[in-house]
C-alpha cells in the first residue's frame, strides 16, 4: 500500500483532509509526488516477470515434458477414469467432481495415456456451474474453498493444456476469473484506500490479521501466475498482495508467538512460505517473503512450541481450536530449513509421501529437489518463554514429561476462553489440562461459540468465580505478575482478575510451579479476594482420571487438593464431541470474601 492510501484509508485523516482547507490538501499533493517520483512497485515487479516468467506458468512443466515427469518417484497406482456420462449435474457434488479432476491430471502427468481427458472436461463442465463458497448473506464470496478451487483448476488447465479442449479450458479460466480472482483484483483495489465489509465484498478477509489472508492470497496469486497471459497483469496482482500479507503477520505476536497453535501454523504459515517460493521463482529471487524477521520469528515458532515427537506425528499444546497427534509436514520443515535457517527434515518431501492434491502445494513438492537429507530436527529446548502472551513450554528432566502454561487474552484467533490454562503431557498423552478442540461446526463460528464446555471457559482448568466463567473480551487478560526460569523448576504467576465479571472479585492470582528435577510435579495455586462473599472452585480436566481414597488417579500420575478454607470435591462430565471428559472440582463449602485452593499433580512413586 502506498504512503498516501495507507493515510486515506484511515477515514479519520480523510475528514480532517477535507475540512482543513488548501494547506492540507497541498500537504497531500507534495507527500503523493514525493510518493511517484519513485518507480511505482508493479513497475519493478513487471521488470522481474519479463526476466524470469514472461508466459504463465507453475512450479512445474505441462504433460508434455516426459523427462520430468517419467522420473517422478512415488508414481500413483494406474486407474480406470469414469464415464462422463456419469458426471452429470444434480447426481454428483463439486467435491466429487474436484475429485475427478485431481485424480485425473494425476493420472495423466503420470502415464500421459489420454484416458482420463473425457473425465476432466466432462467434471470441469459442471464444476464451472456449481458454488464454489457457503454464501454469507446470500451472497457467494472468495472464501477458503473457492480460492483452494481455483488454484487447483489452474493447476489442471496449465499442466494439461496440450490435451484439454480449448472450449473447455476457456469456460473454466472464465470462471476462475469471474469467481475469484477477478473479485481480488477488484477488493484489493479498494482495500487500498477503504475498509472492506464482510457480507457485503467479495474478498474481506483481505482486512486484518487471520489465516485467510495468507491461504486465500496463495491460492489466488498461483492461479492468476498460472493462467493470465498479461504479465502487467500477474505483476499488479502481486504488487496488490504485499499489504494484506502484512497484515496477515499481525495474527502472530512480535517473539513468534502464534495464539492459534501449531494447526494454523501448519495451515496459514504453511500457506505463506509455499507462496514465498512462487514468487521467489516467479521473480527471479528478487521478492523474497521470508527476509522479513517476523516471518524468521514465526518460523523458529514450532520448534519452541514442540511438546513430543514420535516418527511423523508431532504433539503441541490443545490451546485454542488444536487437537493431536499433528501430522509432521516434512515439506514445511524443508522450506524452513532452506529459507529460514530451521533445523533440516530426516527425509527431502515428495508428492506421493506428503499429498497436497495437485494445488499449489502438489505442484511444489513436484519441483523441489527429491534427494535424502541426513539433517535431524532441532532438540527441543529445556524451557521456552514467550513474554507476549505469557506462554511457558517446560520440559522434565526425563525427556518424557512436559508442561504447557498460558496467559493471553480472550479475544485471540480461534479463540477459546482458556487464559491460565495448561497442559501436562507424559510423551503425547496428555495427564490433566486443556481438553483441545471439539469438530468444527457452523455453531462453533456464530454467537453460539462459547455456549459449549469445551471453548467457554468451564471445560478448561480455570476457576469459577462466584457462579461466573470467563468473559469473552479483548479486555480479558492474563497479565503475568512474574515468571521464573531455573534448572530445578519454571514458574508463572498470572492475574486472571480482568477475565471476571464477578461483582466485588479485587484479586485473582494463579500460580503454576513446575518442578523438573525428581519426580515431575505440577503445582496450581489460586487466590482469590473480593469485596463480598463468593463461592469459588478450581478444577482438573481429565479424560481418564477417577476419584480414589481422596486422590484423583491419573495414571502414572496423582493429583490432591487442599484448602485454606473447607472445600468439597465435586466430578462432573462434559463431552468433547463424542468422547467423555471429566470435570473434578475443589469447591468452597462456604462463600469467602477470600482464599487458596491449591493442587498438586504428581507422578506416582514406584
Keep these: 500500500m502506498n504512503p498516501v492510501n495507507k493515510l486515506l484509508k484511515n477515514s479519520t485523516l480523510a475528514i480532517l483532509l477535507a475540512a482543513s482547507g488548501a494547506s492540507a490538501v497541498g500537504g497531500a499533493i507534495w507527500i503523493l509526488s514525493r510518493y511517484t517520483k519513485e518507480t511505482p512497485r508493479e513497475e519493478v515487479i513487471l521488470g522481474w516477470l519479463e526476466k524470469n516468467e514472461p508466459e504463465p506458468t507453475t512450479f512445474s512443466p505441462d504433460v508434455n515434458d516426459r523427462e520430468f515427469w517419467d522420473a517422478q518417484e512415488g508414481k500413483p497406482a494406474k486407474k480406470d477414469p469414469p464415464k462422463p456420462e456419469e458426471l452429470v449435474a444434480g447426481t454428483t457434488t463439486s467435491q466429487r467432481l474436484m475429485g475427478v479432476v485431481n485424480e485425473g491430471t494425476q493420472q495423466e502427468l503420470a502415464f500421459n495415456s489420454g484416458e482420463w481427458i473425457p473425465a476432466i472436461e466432462a467434471a470441469l463442465k459442471q464444476i464451472v456451474d456449481c458454488p464454489w463458497s457457503e454464501p454469507i448473506q446470500g451472497q457467494e464470496f472468495t472464501d477458503l474453498h473457492a480460492s483452494q478451487t481455483a488454484g487447483t483448476l489452474a493447476r489442471t488447465l496449465r499442466a494439461l493444456e496440450p490435451k484439454l479442449d480449448p472450449s473447455v479450458r476457456e469456460k473454466t479460466l472464465k470462471a476462475i476469473r469471474e469467481k475469484v480472482t477477478g473479485p481480488f483484483l477488484k477488493d484489493a483495489e479498494t482495500y487500498q484506500v477503504t475498509p472492506l465489509r464482510w457480507g457485503q465484498d467479495m474478498c474481506p478477509w483481505l482486512e486484518g490479521p487471520s489465516n485467510w489472508t495468507a491461504v486465500c492470497i496463495n491460492n489466488i496469486l498461483y492461479a492468476i501466475l498460472a493462467t493470465e497471459p498479461d504479465p502487467k497483469v500477474r505483476a499488479h496482482a502481486i504488487a496488490l498482495a504485499e499489504s494484506p500479507l502484512e497484515e496477515y503477520l499481525g495474527s502472530a505476536e512480535e517473539d513468534g508467538y502464534l495464539s492459534s497453535g501449531m494447526r494454523y501454523w501448519n495451515y496459514g504459515f504453511g500457506n505463506l512460505m509455499i507462496l514465498n517460493e512462487r514468487l521467489s521463482k516467479a521473480t527471479g529471487g528478487n521478492v523474497i517473503l521470508s527476509k522479513n524477521e517476523k516471518i524468521k520469528k514465526i518460523g523458529a515458532f514450532k520448534t519452541g512450541w514442540l511438546l513430543w515427537e514420535k516418527n511423523d506425528n508431532e504433539y503441541f499444546p490443545l490451546f485454542a481450536d488444536n487437537n493431536n497427534p499433528t501430522e509432521k509436514r516434512v515439506w514445511l520443515d524443508e522450506l524452513c530449513s532452506r529459507r529460514l535457517g530451521g533445523p533440516q527434515p530426516g527425509r527431502a518431501p515428495t ?13 511444489l513438492l513436484c519441483w523441489l529437489p527429491t534427494e535424502q537429507r541426513s539433517g535431524k530436527s532441532k532438540e527441543p529446548q529445556e524451557s521456552v518463554y514467550y513474554a507476549s502472551a505469557g506462554a511457558l513450554v517446560s520440559r522434565h528432566k526425563d525427556n518424557k514429561t512436559v508442561l504447557a502454561a498460558k496467559g493471553g487474552s480472550n479475544s485471540e484467533e480461534h479463540n477459546h476462553n482458556d487464559i491460565g490454562s495448561y497442559t501436562l503431557f507424559r510423551e503425547g498423552e496428555t495427564v490433566a489440562g486443556d481438553p483441545g478442540t471439539v469438530i468444527y461446526t457452523s455453531e462453533g463460528f456464530s454467537a453460539a461459540r462459547y455456549e459449549g464446555d469445551v471453548m467457554s471457559s468451564y471445560g478448561h482448568p480455570v476457576p469459577v468465580v462466584g457462579g461466573h466463567l470467563q468473559t469473552t473480551a479483548k479486555s480479558a487478560k492474563g497479565e503475568v505478575l512474574s515468571h521464573t526460569i531455573s534448572p530445578e523448576k519454571d514458574e508463572v504467576v498470572y492475574d486472571l482478575t480482568s477475565a471476571y465479571k464477578t461483582p466485588g472479585l479485587t484479586l485473582l492470582k494463579r500460580t503454576v510451579t513446575f518442578e523438573k528435577k525428581g ?75 477470600s482464599g487458596t485452593i491449591t493442587y498438586v499433580i504428581e507422578e506416582k512413586s514406584n
Design 351 to 363: 508428492a506421493a509421501l506428503d499429498g497436497g492434491g495437485l494445488g499449489a502445494l502438489g505442484d
Design 519 to 593: 519426580k515431575p510435579k505440577l503445582t496450581v495455586t489460586d487466590e482469590f479476594q473480593g469485596t463480598t462473599p463468593m463461592t469459588f472452585e478450581t478444577p482438573v480436566i481429565t479424560e481418564k482420571g477417577k476419584m480414589k481414597d481422596g486422590l484423583i488417579d491419573l495414571g502414572d500420575f496423582e493429583a490432591k487438593f487442599k484448602g485454606s478454607m473447607p472445600i468439597e470435591v465435586v466430578e462432573e462430565r462434559f463431552w468433547r464431541d463424542k468422547t467423555p471428559a471429566k470435570r473434578i472440582a475443589a469447591k468452597t463449602s462456604n462463600k469467602a470474601e
